[in-house]
Structure formats: C-alpha cells, structure tokens
C-alpha cells in the first residue's frame, strides 16, 4: 500500500543525498548562489556524521519505487498519516504505526536527473542548522523549498534535536517569510557575514521542535502543503 499519488500523478520525494547525486547538486549551488559561489567538497561532507544533505526529485508517479522489509524511515504526507496524529503527536510513536509504508529507490541507479533542489543540515548537540537550502531556477516557486524546509524539521526531530537555526541575507524578506511561516524568528545579527557584499545576515530560529505547540503547527503547514503542491514521500533513514 503507497500513500495515495497527486491528481496529475505528480509525486515529490526527498531522501538522503548520494555521492552520484552530486554533479547534478553543485549545478544547483553555483545558479543559486552565483555571486560567492564556490563548490562544496560533497564527497567530503557526505561522510560527515554531523552532517546530512537532501535532495528533492520530481516523479510522475511511484514507479521508481518498490516496497521493502529493511527497516527505512518513510515520512509521508498523506491523508491516512494525517489523521493518525491529530494533535501532532511525537513524530517517532507516529511512524511507528506505519511500517509498512516503507520503500526504497532500486540499487544501482545512475545518477538522478530529476534532483530539483538540496539542503544541508547540521548538527550541534541539541540543534540543528540549516546550512543551504537551494531549488533549481526552472523548478522555483512551486512548493520545493517548502517542501526541503518541512523534510529538514523532520529530519531534525529524528535526530532528537530541539531547536532549528539558519542564517539569512538581511534584504532577502521572501525566504524570511517561509522561515517565519515555520516558526522561526530573529535571534540575531552576524554583521557582513556575507563577503560579496559585507550584507549582514539574521540568525533565525525556532521553538523547541517538541512542543505540542510546535508540532501541532507543523502537521497543519504540513497538510496544507500537501492542499496545494501535492503528494510528498520523504525518506529520511
């Protein structure tokens, strides 16, 4: 049994990044980040505990998909989760009634065309920092990086951190907004953090991601993304 599919068939997954994936990802980065951009020694981070990168594919529908017994972590949108936690209970208990819901990509896959867009997380006792979070020129503007924000919240969650940090260009309102939008807020300054243009960047961060209130709040933005983007399968183990 799979998580129903979108309307157009359309789904979106997100999963742990692969070294094959990488090429594809540092495209990504230099049209995203052009004015300092340099590359990412992603064979390097990869192999970083403290560190996890996700990348985000487009799919038109589950075919690339089959079901498996070795214990992956599944995080889905769909309907029939939603209403197993209706007060956005722990996410841990909740996936536990869901193990079969689990899936994996087929082995031996050259690498992914369809990554859309990446984001690197890192981790620091109880925190975790959201390090770069970048979508594709041609795939903007259609809930992805939404989408990667969401998977990186759960993804933090599993790795029991609890609170959520960033840093963001002070004029760059609109990704201030979707940050706001998840709960985070100004905590700070780092005055001319960034050196193309000695702007100043805000540190934003959340509530602790525990909290009923938070948690409840997430599975709201959750089911409303899902309203109006679509069906989201995110593999995070």
Do not use: C
């Amino acid at each position: 049994m799979y998580p129903s599919e979108a309307v157009n068939g359309r789904v979106y997954v997100v999963r742990r990044m692969k070294l094959e994936d990488t090429p594809k990802v540092v495209e990504i980065e230099k049209e995203a980040f052009p004015e300092n951009w340099a590359p990412t020694a992603f064979h390097r981070e990869l192999r970083n505990k403290y560190m996890s990168y996700l990348v985000a594919l487009k799919r038109n529908g589950l075919g690339d998909f089959h079901n498996t017994n070795n214990g992956s972590t599944l995080i889905a949108s769909s309907p029939e989760m939603s209403k197993s936690s209706p007060d956005g209970g722990g996410l841990k208990e909740w996936l536990s009634n869901f193990r079969h819901f689990f899936v994996e990509e087929k082995s031996g896959a050259p690498a992914d065309k369809s990554i859309t867009g990446f984001v690197g997380v890192w981790f620091m006792l109880d925190e975790a920092h959201i390090t770069s979070i970048a979508v594709e020129g041609l795939h903007r503007r259609k809930g992805i990086g939404e989408l990667l924000m969401i998977s990186s919240i759960e993804l933090a969650s599993l790795r029991n951190s609890r609170v959520v940090t960033l840093e963001v260009r002070a004029s760059n309102r609109s990704a201030q907004l979707l940050y706001e939008k998840y709960g985070f807020h100004r905590a700070g300054v780092r005055r001319g953090y960034y050196t193309d243009n000695n702007e100043d960047a805000f540190i934003m961060t959340t509530e602790d991601i525990g909290s009923f209130s938070y948690r409840a709040g997430l599975q709201r933005l959750k089911m409303e993304h899902q309203a109006k983007w679509g069906e989201s399968i995110r593999i995070l183990a």
